[in-house]
Structure formats: C-alpha cells, structure tokens
C-alpha cells in the first residue's frame, strides 16, 4: 500500500453588511461536522483501500503555524495565497488515501493508442487525481452554504496540493446576497437557516454537483450552479435565463404554458404569494423579449453605462433575477427541508 495526503485550504468571505453577521454565527462548528468524502470519485481511477479527511476552522488573522505543518507552510505564505478580501476564514482539510498501486497499468484511447504508465508516474497521477478531488470540495461548499444561509458566504481563493503539484481555485461568486435580500423584503419564500449537514447531505447524496442533470430537480441544481461564477464580472442577462431553466425543469411537464404552471406550483411548494402573478409575468416578458431580439442590450465592449436606456436594461433585469433566482433557491432550499428528490404533480377531481 502507498499513502498519498493533500492538504486542501478553502478561504470563507464573509459579508460587509452588519445585518447578516449573526448568520455567521457557529458556521465552525456546523463545518467541522461534515463529512467531505471523496473516496467515490478516487474509486473509479484507483484501487483505493481507505481514505480520511480531516477539518481545521480558523480566522485569517489568528492562524497557527501548526496548521501548516504537513507542508512546511509559514502563515505568511499561506495568507498570501489565501487573500480573503472581507476578514474571513479558512477551512483546512487534511487528506489521506492508502492506495494499491500496480508495477504498471495500460490505457487504451479512443483512436485505438496504448499508454502504458510505471509505478512512478502512476504514483504521482494519483496524488494529482487525489489532489484535483480534493479542490472539487470547494464548488460543493460553495453552493450548499448559499442554500443552507443564502447570501451570508463566498467562497474566496482556494488551493490544493500534495506537497509538488498545486491546484489552484479562484473565488466562486454570486448575486445571491441581492437575492436574499429581494426575499427579504417580500417575505417569500423565508429564507431562515437551514443546518448546513442537512443541505451537504442532501447535495452529495445524489452527487448533484457532478451530475448531467438526468432529473428534474438534477437540472434545477444545475440551473442553479450556473448562477455562481470564477469572474469578477456580473452577468444577470444570462443569470436569468438559467434560473428560468430551472424554475421550469421543476414545474413544467408539457401539458400546459410554462410561466402559469411555474406560478401555480411554485406556490404549492412554497405557499401562496399574491404578488408573484405579475412579477413573474415580467421577469418572464424580459427573458423573452431577449430570445426574440426586441430588447435592446450592450455589447461585450460596451462603456456608456450612464446612458438612460442602459440604466433600464439594467434596472429590470435584476429586478427580474432577483424574482426568479429567489423562487429557484427558495425551491431547492424546501426539498432539501423536505428531504425530497423528486416531484410529481397531479390534478384531483372530487365529486359527489
């Protein structure tokens, strides 16, 4: 057996606005609870015996040199690659795997070519697989704690390595703090907090971060995903689109007009909202005249942005995000406090 370890730093950025801080509260403990299992994904590569992951919690600002032990790291170097613009933390999993590695392995490719591998290059192909698993944690954490408290975190620049090869993740970012707070003023869906175990749980068990999206709800998670982004930039125009994609995987069968089947059954999942009729007719109206070619829009090189027309195009497409994105994660958020992986809806008929 040879022992692979990675060490995985995952930076937590945490809100400017003091109204959120209490939703930070006891996210240490919460996190040190999960189970970051990636033993499922070095299966399918490598002859695996056993595998642990191990959490640390700490603040930017109080790091331990002990912490970065396994690799040598002074709280310096780390710090460096670990920027967190908003006073944040860092989660700290440390990986290990014992696996059985093989004199040599082939591989056979697609145009019929064979690579065969020694146990050297196989050796370091694990780690980087291993390593690759590893930084995978960092998208999970960042879409579960955006439905277990949505809006409160980001997660910033992340990296992992095996001590030689270093994968690197740069901050994972979202509109869903506008989100929150958009539900926060309408007061639907409520939007209070939910234990992070039970959304991880929910989340890896069907392993929706890594799926095609064979269901429903699969895709909705996938709509959902496609509202958090690597760049700095904001794309609401296209934000839109995917969270109406996945408000209609959810609700929508085929048997009658999208946008009323999206607010009738939304509102049998969520409870009744009078309001929403209307405001859904508009987001949907915006994301129409797009695909049709009658609204107007800037261009990717586009710099008038004091222009009054820009102004508009900007003003109703987030208020158009801000209604759908909440229905999306207000969906996802009560199957997970349901614990359900599918919906079926059906039209009763009574009489007597």
Known sequence: MTSLSVETYISLLVPFDKEWRSYVVGIEAELLGLQFDVGSKLSDLMDLSTHTVEAHFFHVNGMEPDSYAPLGLSP?????????????A??????????????????EFSDGAVRVMDRRKLEAWYSQEFVRAM?????????????????????????????????SEASIISNIPLTAKAAQESVWPKFTSIPIEKVWNWITEKDYVDSMGETGIGRAFNAYSRL????????????????????????????????????????????????LKKAFARAYGVRSAFIHGGRPFPGQFFQSDGLETFEHFSQTTVDALATTAQMLVGSLRELIVRDWHSLEFTTQLEGS
């Open 135 to 167: 930084n995978g944690t960092c998208a999970t954490l960042a879409l579960a704690l955006n439905l277990a408290r949505p809006g409160v975190f980001d997660v910033g620049p992340s990296f992992s390595t095996d001590g030689a090869f270093v994968e």
């Open 90 to 107: 860092v989660l700290h999993l440390s990986g290990r795997a014992e696996v059985e590695i093989p004199e040599e392995r082939s591989f």
């Open 228 to 275: 958090f982004s690597r760049a700095s930039s904001s794309a609401e125009n296209e934000n839109l689109f995917w969270a109406l994609m996945g408000l209609e995987a959810l609700f929508c069968d085929g048997t009658a007009g999208s946008m009323s089947q999206v607010v009738s059954r939304s509102q049998l999942l969520l409870g009744a909202h009078a309001p």
């Open 76 to 88: 310096e170097d780390v710090e460096q690659r670990l920027r967190a613009v908003r006073a944040g």
